[in-house]
């Protein structure tokens, strides 16, 4: 289905009751989204973004100021929540004051798009003070990564709503990701993800490179995000049905131990059982640590993932990089684990 036939089949509440058959097709059956799915308004030059700071407290005030310019940049107006400055221990002000900020944007109508600030920690600690049904009725642009994780998952099982694992306001704004934005939250062109060739002088790609785990293609609604966060979620309220979806995880600053860790929990509570395909993304500064370098993370993957059978493969161009793709969590996507691509199966915005 073409994006202007899937557009005029969508509700004036950009509610899509059943995907389109043609997505469920064989050869690679994929399971129906177990509610609606909710697509945010596409973003327009002129619209509002409004900055937040639902997680870590910000370091520096410049990290806001940056990431105002960067958005002010791309053609967009940009306002500030209440306490994006604010300071509550290690946090950006007390878990009432930052789900505030994140109620208030949804619900104000002259916001287009929310956005993060910066993730760290503290998103778990808002997640039963916000106003999901409100949320559901003013449903708009959502993207962050990281801690933000826990937002993402949380908005999808609690409305619906499509929202995005990517750039952080605070992030490294250049051509690469505000083209990004122009495709995947203005146009919504149903791009496809796949590792880009740095400026080498080299007869072959020596970074950025994929490793397939698995061959295969498989088809799913694609969910997951930072695998510590993500692995805090389990047994909440706020952790998906992994059942025939891709699962997409990335990390940073975690000893492979860690990662060894985090991923036992997710196959002893049965999350890794069902799943369609996976995508790991960049695992920044995964070291071995002191005393825990037995197992390189390519082992501790193929431990976890290899007997799944499903397409997997790893490295690709998501996660704590400074060229980071988009990732529309909750909506279908194609995985090729052959050719290293995640390829939009549906506009993810309206």
């Known amino acids: 289905m073409n994006r202007r036939g899937f557009?005029?089949?969508?509700?004036?509440?950009?509610?899509?009751?059943?995907?389109?058959?043609?997505?469920?097709?064989?050869?690679?059956?994929?399971?129906?989204p177990e509610q609606p799915v909710l697509l945010a308004k596409?973003?327009?030059?002129?619209?509002?973004?409004?900055?937040?700071?639902?997680?870590?407290?910000?370091?520096?005030?410049?990290?806001?100021?940056?990431?105002?310019e960067s958005f002010e940049a791309m053609g967009f107006k940009v306002q500030l929540g209440q306490h994006v400055f604010g300071r509550f221990g290690y946090l950006s002000g007390t878990d009432q004051q930052r789900a505030d900020d994140v109620n208030n944007a949804f619900a104000d109508p002259g916001v287009d798009a929310v956005v993060a600030v910066r993730g760290g920690w503290g998103c778990n600690r808002i997640l039963n003070l916000l106003d999901f049904d409100m949320i559901r009725r003013n449903h708009k642009v959502f993207m962050g990564y990281s801690d933000i994780t826990a937002l993402?998952?949380?908005?999808?099982?609690?409305?619906g709503l499509v929202s995005f694992h990517g750039p952080n306001g605070y992030s490294h704004w250049e051509e690469f990701q505000a083209q990004q934005v122009r495709d995947v939250l203005m146009d919504g062109k149903m791009t496809t993800m796949r590792n880009y060739k740095e400026q080498e002088k080299t007869l072959t790609m020596m970074t950025n490179r994929t490793t397939t785990i698995t061959s295969g293609k498989?088809?799913?609604?694609?969910?997951?995000?930072?695998?510590?966060?993500?692995?805090?979620?389990?047994?909440?309220p706020f952790f998906p049905d992994l059942r025939g979806k891709i699962l997409a995880l990335e990390d940073v600053g975690e000893?492979?131990?860690?990662?060894?860790?985090?991923?036992?929990?997710?196959?002893?509570?049965?999350?890794?059982?069902?799943?369609?395909?996976?995508?790991?993304?960049?695992?920044?500064?995964?070291?071995?640590?002191?005393g825990f370098g037995s197992f390189t993370l390519h082992e501790v993957f193929e431990h976890y993932f290899k007997p799944l059978g499903v397409p997997t493969y790893t490295g690709?161009?998501?996660?704590?990089?400074?060229?980071?793709?988009?990732?529309?969590?909750?909506?279908?996507?194609?995985?090729?684990?052959?050719?290293?691509?995640?390829?939009?199966?549906m506009p993810a915005v309206r």
């Open 7 to 32: 557009i005029k089949a969508l509700t004036a509440g950009a509610v899509v009751s059943a995907l389109p058959t043609q997505l469920l097709a064989s050869p690679f059956q994929m399971s129906a």
């Open 42 to 68: 596409a973003l327009k030059p002129g619209d509002t973004i409004r900055l937040v700071a639902p997680a870590s407290a910000l370091p520096d005030r410049q990290y806001v100021f940056i990431a105002k």
């Open 152 to 159: 993402i998952n949380a908005l999808y099982i609690k409305t």
């Open 218 to 236: 498989a088809r799913g609604i694609l969910m997951g995000g930072n695998l510590t966060v993500f692995a805090s979620l389990v047994g909440t």
């Open 255 to 290: 000893d492979i131990y860690r990662i060894d860790r985090f991923l036992s929990q997710l196959q002893l509570a049965g999350h890794l059982d069902g799943v369609a395909g996976v995508v790991f993304g960049h695992c920044t500064d995964c070291d071995p640590g002191e």
């Open 316 to 345: 690709a161009q998501f996660g704590h990089i400074r060229k980071n793709h988009i990732l529309p969590m909750g909506l279908p996507v194609e995985l090729d684990a052959d050719a290293a691509t995640v390829t939009l199966m």
